[in-house]
């Protein structure tokens, strides 16, 4: 059964930092795309960034500079590295697969959509206070 997890979600002051995990069981981890998605309600859930088997990345225009993406093939971890926190980042932040590489998906990666073929875990919310 696949399960992918995330953790590290809590309340920070604007300026603040917080690393968000997302386990991964299950899975062939390594050899599909890696994304992370916000969602406000109310909103459509919207791409921040996304890292394929190469390593290839891609963000939202909203958070480059500020976030990095990686993962840990070891430990089947994705992060979310996320600096300079603005209180416009405050979502429920979502892990999710992709079947697809990242140069495939082009600017359709930011779509949940596109990823909704693959597995989404529950999310972790990210409370950001001016």
């Known amino acids: 059964q696949v399960q992918l997890v995330e953790s590290g979600g809590g309340s920070v002051q604007a300026g603040g930092s917080l690393r968000l995990s997302c386990a991964v069981s299950?899975?062939?981890?390594?050899?599909?795309?890696m994304g992370w998605f916000r969602q406000v309600a109310g909103k459509e859930r919207e791409g921040v960034a996304a890292?394929?088997?190469?390593?290839?990345?891609i963000y939202d225009d909203s958070v480059k500079g500020r976030f990095t993406i990686s993962k840990d093939n070891a430990k089947n971890t994705l992060y979310l590295q996320m600096n300079s926190l603005k209180p416009e980042d405050t979502a429920m932040y979502y892990c999710?697969?992709?079947?697809?590489?990242?140069?495939?998906?082009?600017?359709?990666?930011?779509?949940?959509?596109?990823?909704?073929?693959?597995?989404w875990g529950q999310g972790t919310q990210v409370t950001v206070s001016s």
């Open positions: 299950g899975y062939t981890y390594s050899s599909y795309c």
């Open positions: 890292i394929d088997s190469t390593g290839t990345t």
């Open positions: 999710a697969t992709a079947l697809y590489a990242i140069t495939t998906m082009g600017p359709l990666w930011a779509s949940a959509k596109v990823w909704n073929g693959g597995y």
